[in-house]
């Protein structure tokens, strides 16, 4: 998936990318690599806004929420408590698809 964004991003086309990077975040995820795919919908996010493009946008947020629920519950007994950036994420989704 990586190797087909970069032959994508060569072209010079910025349309959809974000899209892409979400499927390659959800990719992540499934395989267990969550931070990694955080990472990768941070990127996502950073191309919706730096072209304008918000048609994926809301579903950006709901996977990066859906990310961060797995994380915390793969970090039980941590100090570390993402409980409110998790809502926020499904927040901003349900606010965007509105």
Do not use: P, W
Not at 38 to 55: C, D, M, P, Q
């Amino acid at each position: 998936m990586r190797q087909g964004i970069a032959a994508h991003q060569a072209t010079g086309a910025e349309l959809v990318q974000s899209y892409f990077l979400t499927l390659l975040a959800e990719g992540y995820g499934k395989v267990g690599q969550i931070e990694v795919g955080l990472t990768v919908l941070t990127e996502a996010l950073a191309v919706a806004n730096k072209i304008g493009e918000r048609f994926y946008e809301a579903e950006i947020y709901r996977l990066k929420g859906e990310l961060m629920l797995m994380l915390r519950a793969g970090m039980a007994g941590s100090r570390t408590d993402h409980t409110e950036d998790t809502e926020n994420c499904f927040r901003q989704a349900i606010d965007i698809a509105r």
